[in-house]
């Protein structure tokens, strides 16, 4: 009995918005969710969701709808916070945001940036391009603050954090994020040629992301990525 009163008192003892905040979550922004997605002529929740941000512009944006079919964006939201500058997160302590093609993989209802998701840096080309230590703990999150990761604020996190997470459950699988240093049409990729950090190396991988960015401009349906073993470069196929 004793016991019991223990964890229950230590469980009162955590502060309310440790304890429910993905439900008071719901209750304050479960609505806005649906009307945003009522607005956008999609489905809620959607059997089809896709997350892409771009550093430069300093904006996610959510897509969604039905499976197979193309997606309409749904909302774009702001960074309050991202460090670093152009170029993918290489090493440990680098304080850059990854640049490429992840899923958002956990969700933290208890995170200290108030809600939390997890972006699933290191994939397998940053594996074979990066120095080890590689680093992670790479996420979306509230409170703008940022050591590689991409802050927004937390109403707008509240917001996406149950989007993606109703979205992961109704498609049964992890949510693609793909991160952009910038958009990348001829424009972007001009100005990244140009930019004081771009190397031959650096611009090759810019480049390398081209496809994936322009596949989903062109069909609006999330591409199929993959990882050469070997060079660890990105290929990209339609998406299903």
Sequence with gaps: MMKWLL???LWAALPVQAKDRVAEARRAKASVVAKTFAEAGVSWPPSEMYVRAFKQERVL?????????????VKTFPFCAASGDMGPKRREGDEQVPEGFYTLDQFNPYSQFHLSMRVSYPNDSDRRLGQRPLGGAIY???NCMSIGCIAIEDGPIE??????????AKMKRDVPIHIFPRRLDEKGLAALEK?????PQLVSFWKSLEPGWRHFEETRRPPRVSVDAKTGAYSVKPGR
């Excluded at 930019?195 to 190397?199: I, L, S």
């Design 140 to 142: 979306v999150h509230g």
């Design 195 to 199: 930019h004081p950090r771009a190397t």
């Design 7 to 9: 964890l229950l008192g």
């Design 159 to 168: 917001e996406l954090y149950l989007m993606v997470l109703e979205a992961r």
């Design 61 to 73: 944006e959510v897509w969604a709808g039905e499976k197979g079919q193309r997606l309409r964006k």
